[in-house]
């Protein structure tokens, strides 16, 4: 009797060798997840090759104007240039420029009424391609105070965003071609990717 005992004991072994395999397979899902934050970035602008009239170019962030005046009639010279920046957001987010001082108006503060038939600042105009957005912006001069644009986009865009800044021939705050006073003008204009 020990004989069959044997043989079932040896059949049993032969039948739990591939339930112990099967176990030793398993599967387990791991999900793999990762987190993309809200985000646009604005690279340092470049002025493009054959856009600048009047203008000298870039110092740092400084748009410089060649020759401000006409030295014969001391009226506004025209002058224009395209600032290009690369640029990113990765979410329908809004384009938003300002201008800090509506024109160009003297950095020493000082003028507060200006002689008769002179001007005392210098509105210009800005034109913005982002993406599918374009936006026109045009400061005026006629007082001193923050303005601005918003474009909202759609979608996220990410290359080139171009940014034309123009000064008119003879662009005055009083009338066309008045002469300017004397002083050194400036405005600040800011681009801003934000969130809508």
Known sequence: MRAPLLLIA?????????????SLEATQDMPVTGNVPLICALQTGQ??????????????DTLRIAQFVNPDTLSVKAASATVRFEAVCNFAHAVRIESVNNGLWPTDGQITQAPAGFAFAVPYSASLTWGPANGQFNTDAKSRR???QRIDVDTP??????LKIAIAE???NVETAAPVVAGFYSDTVRIFLEPR
Do not use: K
């Open 10 to 22: 040896a059949a049993g072994a032969a039948l739990a060798i591939p339930a112990q395999a099967q």
């Open 47 to 60: 002025i493009q090759p054959g856009s600048a009239v009047n203008v000298v170019g870039l110092d740092g």
């Open 170 to 172: 003879g662009a005055s």
């Open 157 to 162: 865009v990410a290359g080139e965003l171009d």
């Open 146 to 148: 923050l303005v601005d």
